[in-house]
């Protein structure tokens, strides 16, 4: 990303907003290409299953999100029944959330594979929902980082940065009818 500094971080812009209030509209996925959406969570359930490898239970959340376009089936998998039940109640229907990951189709029904997800509700996730006011911003990232990590460490540095010098003087800005920096 080329970020190697709080100012590189200060000016490393989104590319796009999307709202956190209303689902995505979404057109029709390409199979095996990443996707972003915005979706209303419309079912949560814990299937347990026995891990083939280990022999051992664990747990399955699948969870259905209805967009302004397909729904989409995403599975998360947990070792342990408390996390998966954590994991299910994080993702209630009737909750609003971004989820990330490829785009598959399994049968008729749209999945969204490996997935990764943020709810705009949640308590504890550093500050995230606090800091959206209706408006995530979405950054180029990389397959192993998601848009809202950067944003909550572009939120813990302005907390830090004091104030910013305008890289302008005045009287230039003022010469050619220029905006400061804050404005």
Not at 96 to 121: C, E, N, Y
Request: aromatic content about 10%; glycine content about 8%; charged content about 30%.
């Amino acid at each position: 990303l080329g970020i190697e500094t709080v100012e590189d971080l200060l000016f490393y812009f989104p590319r796009r907003y999307v709202k956190t209030t209303e689902v995505s509209d979404v057109a029709e996925p390409v199979e095996g290409e990443a996707i972003s959406v915005v979706g209303e969570v419309t079912a949560s359930e814990i299937k347990p299953f026995r891990d083939r490898r280990t022999h051992r239970m664990s747990y399955r959340v699948e969870v259905r999100i209805t967009t302004n376009g397909p729904d989409f089936s995403l599975s998360f998998f947990s070792p342990y029944d408390s996390q998966a039940e954590k994991e299910a109640r994080r993702m209630a229907p009737g909750k609003l959330g971004m989820f990330v990951g490829k785009a598959k189709r399994f049968g008729t029904t749209w999945q969204i594979a490996q997935p990764h997800s943020v709810m705009f509700d949640e308590e504890g996730d550093g500050g995230l929902a606090a800091s959206v006011k209706g408006l995530l911003p979405i950054y180029r990232v990389t397959s192993k980082l998601y848009s809202w990590d950067v944003q909550k460490v572009v939120q813990s540095a302005l907390e830090l940065v004091q104030e910013v010098p305008d890289p302008l003087p005045e009287a230039v800005r003022r010469e050619h009818g220029l905006l400061d920096r804050a404005t």
